[in-house]
């Protein structure tokens, strides 16, 4: 098992990474206030892994109360939110219970959001089962859900105690997941770690094959640089946008399509080709560059081109973005492979014809 | 005008006190990121002061966007907290815009939550218009909306940028509602200063008559008590609570009641009453002290009996309150009149007796 920490001050806490944590209930026990907890997961991991997670803690004397959702990111809603305050309240679930959250990026946010606003707030647990969950969406506190007008735009900043990235759960996710989950890391080396995304060219079949030891460097790495501009910016007033690479394109496809038909990090991985494609076109980066990113996000089996959607309702859904200042678009472009930063003044060429890529390929 | 701070680190802010604040945008100008705001009331506010505010604003140039909500404690719920969402969003509204919460603790709570949840947080500003607001509810970051199981069982901690305490809106206030409020302004001298409670025994027909000078030093004193327990306790995981002195029994005749039946302030004094009396029934104070705090809840023309609330129900709805921790009961008692203090060692016996008084009087 690695450790990290993620330095936030009176909010700072670990991330375990390693195989088989999930029943490990020595590691969950120092945290909690009470030894009772709310598990909240889906109907999938709940089949796979609930029972393990249940059974460790019931058999340390932790009463346990189950909240299973249904699966996929449309339940990612006001309605299945209320689902679990109303479970919370009629077991009389107090500020001193411990909500963990089992499950993928969808239950992570929702439960996240949960333990933020039950009570004004109450302990909170991350037990990521999904690649993106464990390198990306578990770590740094933000939690929410969707509303019909735009993706996350409902939430708050909120940090659990601790995160279990237990790599073994990983075996059982679908290909199409995993490869998802393989967007986030490889925007972790193309905005910070040229070295990493090196790596990663050397180490993608392995990577997809579920090969441990490759997947506990990869989360974490992944981890320690996300934990380290979470903990430069926690609430994103800066250097933290850098995150969020592929992500303004990669939100206006998922909400162009309605959420659910591309996974989020399918529609990031199209949305990190118009990003790096918008970076060539403003003399940043090599063709060559493009090429290559191209070529990995091919071999994670990740789609490398946006779905046919039109360039006006492109911009009109990227205007709702909440990385939209002042009504101005900021962009996140890369200067290199491993290098990032946030750019305001993108004219109006390159993007529109960055957008053209739409259906093009 | 007068000014305090509460002092809360990087969190920190003022509360300005006096006369006519209301239209002085010079005080809201140098809060605000960008010159857009959306100001939060609802139909009863915007009609006395809504333009003034407005007019205000618009004639420093900034962009002001109106969120009329209905008024009334039954609106502080999901239903309306999504109309200011979808205002919002509809609007563009993004991360800078500062949201304003015009009116009194409903409007406070749920503008207060809806700005914590936006977007994961926008800058917020409280113009409290009710003297319950002034001296209670817009200090101290606790906002939310209420819950069918449960009063403020959904909420953040969440801080505004400021809070201006206009006086002079007091004298539209109907006189119901401004004795709720005197139940709060009495409760701050109960729980941490005698000599305040003595001056508001001496000065509370003046204050009943909107005495500008009477009011500014009631509510300058209780929001400088409320500050002093907010900074040393922000999240209420100790001497916090003792702001809750009346509202464990409040909240439930509130929510016995049906929300909205009782005023939240003519609750908390029936509350009061019953914790004043357990506290006797304790030994910690003498039935004198419980007849001055009657006498002046009279003076103040507050209910100094609860309702007839079988005492199995009341305890049912005390067990859901969200001072319960792990299922045992905490009181906040008085050890004198101007201090108070939690304990978790009452006996069923004193209880009960306390709770017989539902409907007696």
């Given at each position: 098992?690695?450790?990290l920490r993620?330095?936030?001050g009176?909010?700072?806490?670990a991330?375990h990474?390693?195989?088989?944590?999930l029943?490990?209930?020595?590691?969950?026990?120092?945290?909690l206030?009470?030894?009772?907890?709310?598990?909240?997961?889906?109907?999938t991991?709940?089949a796979?892994y609930?029972?393990?997670?249940?059974?460790?803690?019931?058999?340390?004397?932790v009463d346990v109360?189950?909240i299973?959702?249904?699966d996929g990111e449309r339940?990612?809603?006001?309605a299945?939110?209320?689902?679990?305050?109303?479970?919370?309240?009629?077991?009389?679930c107090?500020?001193?219970t411990t909500?963990?959250?089992?499950?993928?990026?969808?239950?992570g946010d929702i439960?996240?959001?949960a333990?933020?606003?039950?009570?004004?707030?109450?302990p909170?647990i991350?037990?990521?089962?999904?690649?993106?969950?464990?390198?990306?969406?578990?770590i740094?506190?933000k939690?929410?859900?969707n509303?019909?007008?735009?993706?996350?735009m409902?939430?708050?900043f909120?940090q659990?105690?601790?995160v279990?990235?237990?790599?073994?759960v990983?075996?059982t996710?679908?290909?199409?997941?995993?490869?998802?989950?393989m967007?986030?890391?490889?925007?972790?080396?193309?905005?910070?770690?040229m070295a990493f995304?090196?790596?990663?060219?050397q180490?993608?079949?392995?990577?997809?094959?579920?090969?441990?030891?490759?997947l506990?460097?990869?989360?974490r790495r992944?981890?320690?640089?996300k934990a380290a501009?979470?903990?430069?910016?926690?609430r994103?007033?800066?250097?933290r946008?850098?995150?969020?690479?592929?992500?303004?394109?990669g939100?206006?496809i998922e909400s162009?399509?309605?959420?659910?038909?591309?996974?989020?990090?399918e529609a990031?991985?199209?949305?990190?080709v118009?990003a790096?494609?918008?970076s060539?076109r403003m003399?940043?980066?090599?063709p060559?560059?493009?090429e290559?990113?191209?070529?990995l996000?091919?071999?994670?089996r990740?789609?490398?081109?946006?779905?046919?959607?039109?360039?006006?309702?492109?911009?009109?859904?990227m205007?709702?973005?909440?990385?939209?200042?002042?009504?101005?678009?900021?962009?996140i472009?890369?200067d290199a492979?491993?290098?990032?930063s946030?750019r305001?003044?993108?004219?109006?060429?390159?993007?529109?014809q960055a957008?053209?890529?739409?259906?093009?390929?």
């Amino acid at each position: 098992m690695q450790t990290l920490r993620v330095e936030l001050g009176e909010r700072a806490y670990a991330i375990h990474i390693g195989e088989r944590l999930l029943a490990d209930a020595g590691l969950i026990l120092p945290q909690l206030d009470l030894p009772k907890v709310a598990i909240v997961t889906n109907t999938t991991v709940a089949a796979l892994y609930l029972q393990q997670l249940t059974g460790a803690l019931q058999a340390r004397g932790v009463d346990v109360l189950s909240i299973v959702l249904e699966d996929g990111e449309r339940y990612k809603d006001w309605a299945t939110l209320n689902r679990i305050y109303d479970a919370l309240l009629e077991r009389r679930c107090d500020r001193k219970t411990t909500l963990i959250a089992l499950g993928g990026g969808v239950v992570g946010d929702i439960a996240g959001f949960a333990a933020a606003t039950y009570m004004r707030g109450i302990p909170f647990i991350q037990v990521p089962t999904t690649l993106l969950a464990q390198v990306d969406s578990s770590i740094g506190g933000k939690t929410g859900i969707n509303h019909p007008l735009g993706k996350n735009m409902i939430g708050a900043f909120y940090q659990p105690r601790l995160v279990l990235a237990d790599t073994a759960v990983l075996e059982t996710l679908p290909a199409r997941e995993l490869s998802a989950g393989m967007a986030e890391v490889i925007k972790h080396g193309l905005i910070r770690d040229m070295a990493f995304f090196s790596w990663l060219e050397q180490n993608m079949e392995k990577l997809l094959a579920c090969d441990q030891d490759a997947l506990a460097h990869a989360v974490r790495r992944c981890c320690e640089i996300k934990a380290a501009v979470v903990a430069a910016d926690e609430r994103e007033t800066g250097v933290r946008a850098l995150l969020n690479f592929g992500h303004t394109f990669g939100h206006a496809i998922e909400s162009g399509l309605g959420y659910g038909n591309w996974l989020h990090g399918e529609a990031v991985a199209a949305g990190m080709v118009m990003a790096a494609d918008l970076s060539r076109r403003m003399g940043l980066i090599a063709p060559a560059d493009v090429e290559r990113i191209v070529a990995l996000l091919k071999r994670a089996r990740l789609p490398i081109a946006p779905p046919d959607i039109d360039s006006g309702r492109m911009l009109e859904l990227m205007g709702v973005d909440k990385k939209a200042e002042g009504g101005k678009l900021r962009f996140i472009l890369l200067d290199a492979i491993g290098s990032a930063s946030i750019r305001a003044d993108v004219p109006d060429d390159p993007l529109q014809q960055a957008l053209a890529l739409c259906g093009a390929i």
